[in-house]
C-alpha cells in the first residue's frame, strides 16, 4: 500500500553541517551552549571552504530528497568562505532537484569587515535574482550597527531575516535588541528563551534544541505561526514532527499530535510551490497525523516535481549518482577534519 503527500519543507536547515559526522572530538568537553558553539560549530565553520560547502550541500539536499523533503531553508555561515557561498548552496541544491531559500548568517564574531562580507554576500546573492532571506547569526554575536544593517537591508530588498532567537542563556537579550526591528516577514529560529513575543514565523527545531540541551521552546504557546526546522540534522520531517508531538506532550499530557502536523503544514507558507511537488510513500496513512506519530519506517518511495519531473525513483535520485555524492562528501569530509 502507498500514499502520496506533497512534497516536504524543512523550515530551518544548516547544509554546512553534512560533512561534521565523524568530525575529531573538540579541544575540550563543551559543559553548556555557548561552549558547544565555541568548540564545535564556530571551528567547523571557519574551516570550511567552497568545494567542502558543495559537497556538503549535496549530500543534505539528496538526503532530504530521499525523506520526501522538496524545499530547505537554508542558513550558512563559512567565514573564510564567504563570497559566492550562496551560490554554491543553491547551486549544489538545483543538480539534486531541491527547491531552496538562501540566507548568510552575519556575525561580528570575525570584526567588522566579518560582518560587512556577509552583510555584502547576502546582497549580492539577492539582487542576482537569488531565492533568500537575509541571515544573522544571532543578536548576542552581533552589534546592534549589524542588527540594523541587516534589518535595513531586508526591508530594501523586500525580503524577510533568517535569525536565531534566544536560542541559550548566551541570547537572552535578543527579545529587547530586537523588538524594534522584527517584522511579520522574519524568521526567528528556537525562541527557546525568548521573553516577550516578536512578529515573525518561529522555526521550532525539538531535536536541535534536546541535543544542546538548551530547554523546550514551548511553540505551542505562542501567537506565531511555527515551522519546523531541524537546524542542520538532516531533514527527515516526518522524523521532526514525531519528535515535535513527543516533546509537546511531555510538556503537556493532553497534546495531540495535531499542532505539531499543523507546523509540518506551515512550511508550504514558506515554500508555497512544495504543496505542488508529489511525494508517494510506502505507507497509506501517511497523511494523518495520528498514524504517523506512532508508525516508524516510513520512507519515500518517489518524489515528481510540479513540473513532472521524476526527481527520486525507488528511493534514489535520478539526477545525481547517490555513491558518487556520498564519495564526494567522504573525501571533502577527510579534508574538512583533518583541518580540525
Known sequence: ?????????????????????????????????????????????????????????????????????????????????????????????????????????????????????????????????????????????CSDETLEAAAGLATDLGVGVHIHVAE??????????????????????????????????IAHNPRSNMNNSVGYAAPARRPNPVVLGTDGIGADMLEEFRLAYVAHRADDVLASPDPAWSWLEAGWSLVPEARTDTVTWNYDHVDSAWHVAFTPGIRALQVESAEGEVLLADGLPTRVDLAEVRAHAAEQAARLHARL
Do not use: K
Open 168 to 201: 541559550g542563556p548566551e541570547d537572552a537579550s535578543a527579545g529587547q535588541r530586537l523588538e524594534h526591528l522584527a517584522a511579520g516577514s522574519w524568521l526567528l529560529v528556537h525562541c527557546v528563551g525568548l521573553d516577550r513575543d516578536l512578529p515573525g514565523t
Open 1 to 141: 500500500m502507498s500514499a502520496t503527500t506533497p512534497g516536504l519543507v524543512c523550515g530551518h536547515h544548516h547544509l554546512y553541517s553534512a560533512l561534521a559526522r565523524g568530525m575529531p572530538a573538540p579541544p575540550a568537553t563543551p559543559t553548556h551552549f555557548g561552549e558547544i558553539l565555541e568548540q564545535v560549530w564556530w571551528r567547523l565553520d571557519a574551516a570550511l571552504d567552497l568545494d567542502m560547502l558543495r559537497a556538503s550541500a549535496r549530500l543534505g539536499a539528496v538526503e532530504a530528497l530521499m525523506c520526501g523533503t522538496t524545499a530547505i531553508i537554508d542558513h550558512h555561515e563559512s567565514p573564510n568562505a564567504i563570497e559566492g557561498s550562496l551560490d554554491v548552496i543553491a547551486d549544489a541544491c538545483a543538480e539534486v532537484g531541491v527547491r531552496v531559500v538562501c540566507a548568510y548568517g552575519v556575525t561580528d564574531r570575525h570584526g567588522p569587515d566579518g560582518a560587512r562580507l556577509g552583510l555584502a554576500e547576502n546582497e549580492r546573492f539577492l539582487r542576482a535574482g537569488g531565492r533568500g532571506l537575509v541571515g544573522v547569526h544571532a543578536a548576542f554575536t
